[in-house]
């Protein structure tokens, strides 16, 4: 089981490497916005309208994804024990097989949920472009951060394309990652579906999660309940990629300077660790004795965040590692 369930992490790396995103048409999270697009409007009743879209979809999507892994493994093993009892060869020899589909099955739908290359590689296209082509950049931001690019100067855009790149690799990779890891103790299946839940909390967020969208109150209440361990470990991970320990001491005075409740962490975390000013115009301001970053300091900001998620992959997977079982077989498909 840990072997497995360390194997589905290691796929999910890998495919997060070489491929960024599965395509938008087939994204499991594409899916899910388009069943949430219809609860985007006004209601009588917002509030419950809101709780029961906060309860019922991410466990909507959670149950999917639990279904998808359990029906795809259970379906191999029992081939492969009919093909192992009609070669004479007994059921016995047969688990490998079950245990290679789980990591697989597994490993995809985590990919779904994660995402690190795609983060990394469009904050780093607006750093290189800024200075070249402000517009670019203002236009390719737009893709990063949720504020209006078009009158920042080059040192905000970057300061921008550093503040979301530390903060999406606490939802888009870390929270999704320290769910699976606790739901794969209980087997495989679970794993998966917890990682399923998380993302489907956030992106409910996302699109709910505003002032102006009474229906998304729950929905944002849940994330800021939900991102609140995940927000802290991401600012660990950062602190330790950027080799600044003295970080998580400067971000625990100014973390709740911005709005949300956990956003602050790994911000303010890089901030102190590349000692740049990052500020959200009428909004916030992170190290404000500090200069906004330089093109040196946003690409730095931006090697931080790729390997801080790289230890994130690692973390994750010595920790399903460690999952407890009889065999390879136990408790994958369950």
């Known amino acids: 089981m840990g072997l497995t369930a360390a194997a589905a992490v290691g796929l999910a790396a890998v495919l997060d490497g070489a491929f960024e995103e599965i395509p938008g048409r087939v994204h499991p999270v594409a899916l899910f916005g388009r069943v949430v697009e219809p609860f985007d409007r006004e209601w009588a009743a917002p509030g419950v309208v809101g709780a029961a879209v906060a309860v019922v979809l991410p466990l909507a999507a959670a149950v999917v994804a639990w279904g998808v892994v359990s029906g795809a493994v259970a379906g191999v093993a029992g081939v492969t024990t009919d093909v192992a009892t009609v070669a004479g060869t007994g059921p016995s020899g047969a688990p490998l097989v079950p245990a290679v589909a789980g990591a697989v099955v597994a490993g995809v739908g985590l990919f779904a949920t994660t995402s690190l290359r795609m983060l990394v590689s469009?904050?780093?296209?607006?750093?290189?472009?800024?200075?070249?082509?402000?517009d670019a950049a203002?236009?390719?931001?737009?893709?990063?951060?949720g504020r209006d690019t078009s009158s920042l100067s080059a040192a905000e855009i970057r300061s921008a394309a550093v503040e979301s790149a530390a903060e999406n690799i606490a939802d888009g990779l870390v929270a999704p990652l320290l769910a699976f890891a606790v739901g794969v103790?209980?087997?495989?299946?679970?794993?998966?579906?917890?990682?399923?839940?998380?993302?489907?909390?956030?992106?409910?967020?996302?699109?709910?999660?505003?002032?102006d969208k009474p229906v998304g109150t729950a929905s944002a209440r849940l994330d800021d309940a939900v991102m609140w361990v995940p927000a802290r470990v991401s600012a660990v991970l950062l602190a330790v990629a950027a080799g600044s320990p003295r970080a998580l001491l400067a971000a625990r005075e100014s973390a709740g300077v911005p709005a949300s409740p956990n956003s602050g962490w790994p911000m303010a975390t890089l901030a102190a660790a590349l000692d740049v000013r990052l500020a959200k115009p009428g909004a916030y301001v992170l190290n404000p004795?500090?200069?906004?970053?330089?093109?040196a300091d946003a690409r730095r900001g931006v090697r931080t965040v790729a390997l801080a998620g790289a230890l994130a992959?690692?973390?994750?997977?010595a920790a399903a590692a460690a999952t407890p079982g009889t065999g390879?077989?136990?408790?994958?498909?369950?």
């Not at 469009?122 to 402000?134: K, M, W, Y």
């Not at 203002?138 to 951060?145: C, N, T, Y």
């Not at 992959?313 to 997977?317: S, V």
């Open 122 to 134: 469009v904050a780093r296209e607006v750093v290189g472009s800024v200075d070249e082509d402000a």
């Open 328 to 334: 390879v077989w136990a408790g994958v498909g369950t």
């Open 313 to 317: 992959f690692l973390l994750a997977g």
């Open 289 to 295: 004795d500090a200069d906004l970053p330089t093109a």
């Open 138 to 145: 203002r236009e390719a931001a737009v893709a990063l951060v």
């Open 185 to 211: 103790q209980v087997s495989l299946g679970v794993g998966v579906a917890c990682a399923a839940w998380v993302k489907a909390v956030n992106t409910l967020d996302s699109m709910l999660g505003y002032p």
